[in-house]
């Protein structure tokens, strides 16, 4: 026979089911991750909105010089 496992009070050991430590930590994990997501798709589509009007703003700047 195995010997028991001993758990914290309160907490019963099912087998493929995370203990309720674990599943607040992966919600904040998760939380994490999509935060920083959506942060870097921010900077992402702020940097390709700058490229874009520096494009459209160069060939009038160039032209009034000539």
Known sequence: MEPEKLLPQGET?????PSQKAQSWGAVISIIIIVLMI????????GKRIAE?????APSVTQENQ
């Open 39 to 46: 942060i870097v798709g921010a900077f992402y589509s702020w």
């Open 13 to 17: 050991a099912q087998p493929g089911v």
């Open 53 to 57: 009007e520096q494009t459209l703003t």
